[in-house]
Structures are given as C-alpha cells and as structure tokens.
C-alpha cells in the first residue's frame, strides 16, 4: 500500500520548464514501477513516462520523448518528472501512479495506486 502525493505545477510561459515531483510513502517504495500519466478537459488519461523499480530503464511518450525525464530516487521515496520546453498542449493535470510489479507497463489500467494530480498550464 502507497500514498502518493504530487507536487510541482504551475502555470508557465510556452518554452519554459517545471519540475514535477511524487512524494510516496511506505517501506516498500523500491518495489514499485513508477510512471506518469496526464490528463486534459474533454481527453482520455494518457501515458506520459515510466521507470522501473532501480531507475535503470524509463520509457516516453513519443509526445515527450526529449523534453521530458523521468527519474526516482529510492531513498527519499521521490520520483520526479522534469518538463522542458513546454508546450500549450502539454497543458494537462499530471498525475504520479505506482505498479506493484517489475515490469514496467504504459497502460493507465495497469497501475494500481495514484495521487490526486497537479495541474500543468503552458501558456502561449
């Protein structure tokens, strides 16, 4: 069992940057697939980044892939999602998610606790 709690968002000019971060609690953080999701009016919740239980391997959205990066750090029970040169499209409330696995997956469906979301407005 985890509690998340994210942190980190903002209203930003397009181009500008925010860094997000998860905060969870719990013994067991370490044994967790971490990612991140987001989520604008009107869409479906999508997949934004992942990282496996160590931080040795992270996956992106093809959306993000270069701007954005994710990354964890175990022993604060922290994992982080740095956003680069932002976009108004990226414009989204962020959400953190935990996967009690070793694999790591994309789909929000196979995540199984989640934070309450920071929101993220790019203005342009």
């Known amino acids: 069992q985890v509690q998340l709690v994210e942190s980190g968002g903002g209203l930003v000019q397009a181009g500008g940057s925010l860094r997000l971060s998860c905060a969870a609690s719990?013994?067991?953080?370490?044994?967790?697939?971490m990612g991140w999701f987001r989520q604008a009016p009107g869409k479906e919740r999508e997949f934004v980044a992942a990282?496996?239980?160590?931080?040795?391997?992270?996956y992106y959205a093809d959306s993000v892939k270069g701007r954005f990066t994710i990354s964890r750090d175990n022993a604060r029970n922290t994992v982080y999602l740095q956003t680069n040169s932002l976009k108004p499209e990226d414009t989204a409330v962020y959400y953190c998610?935990?996967?009690?696995?070793?694999?790591?997956?994309?789909?929000?469906?196979?995540?199984?606790?989640w934070g309450q979301g920071t929101q993220v407005t790019v203005s342009s």
């Open positions: 719990g013994r067991t953080f370490s044994s967790y697939v």
């Open positions: 990282i496996s239980r160590g931080g040795g391997s992270t």
């Open positions: 998610a935990a996967r009690a696995s070793v694999l790591v997956v994309t789909r929000p469906r196979e995540y199984d606790y």
